[in-house]
């Protein structure tokens, strides 16, 4: 297989995986800063493609901010922006694979990276998407729930209006609370069953239920370690909105990398 085509099957298959039973083991503080570490190495190794990928998220991001304010909605532009980031694991596909040749000593190329992605959409990966997704589309109908609810969906006419409603009412604070808590909710839920899943899928032939289980033992098997690593992310990805997305034309790869190294780490195969 040519390194300069990057045609790669749309599993990656991979015999002794397909044949074995994924297990989970113990997440050690030594595998999150050993996996950063190789993240870090893995994008400065591709940098290019890396900052490309990281640049199509940071102007995704961008577009559904200004869409919001474009719709007169600019008081959902937070909770959309932040909804948005749900997607990252799924757009972080392209780097896995990045870190899966480098990992196997091969050179990736950009050409290629974006077929193999639209090659996914028939497989496991297509299905682990829709679960993603779906995820998205509660929290975004939990907004507006509760919007409805402390808040009466009223219209605001700048954003820093529906600021001073929310810092400065009785009503507006319970949002906060019962917003902020209710999304750290499907956060944590979508972070325990895809923070091993996609990389997973990408390596094996496994299914997605399979994967969602496997990932799901990674983060309950380990959760102080794993609860951290998902609140250090959340925070970096959150910094890396201000100003304008910008810092995801790091961050994003970076993170990408890293997953994949931390998935070769915590998830081994046993024969059936």
Known sequence: MSDNNLTVPAQAPNAQKDLAKPIARKVTLEDITGSLKFGILDFVKAPVIGLTFGAFFMIGGIAVTLLS??????????????????LGPFAALGLYEVSRRLH????????????????????????MAFVVIFIQFLWMFKVHLLLALFLGMKGYGTFVQFAQTLFQTPDGLL??????SVGAFFAVLLFAVSVVSFPMLLDTELDFVTAMITSFKVVTGSPVIMVGWGLLITAILMASMVPAFVGLLITLPVLGHTTWHLYKRVVSFEEN
């Open 69 to 86: 304010f474009w719709v007169d909605m600019s008081y959902i532009s937070y909770p959309l922006a932040c909804g948005f980031l749900l």
């Open 104 to 127: 196997a000593g091969q050179t990736p190329r950009m050409r290629g990276l974006f077929t193999l992605m639209w090659e996914q959409r028939r497989g496991e990966i297509a299905w």
């Open 175 to 180: 949002f906060l609370v019962l917003g902020h």
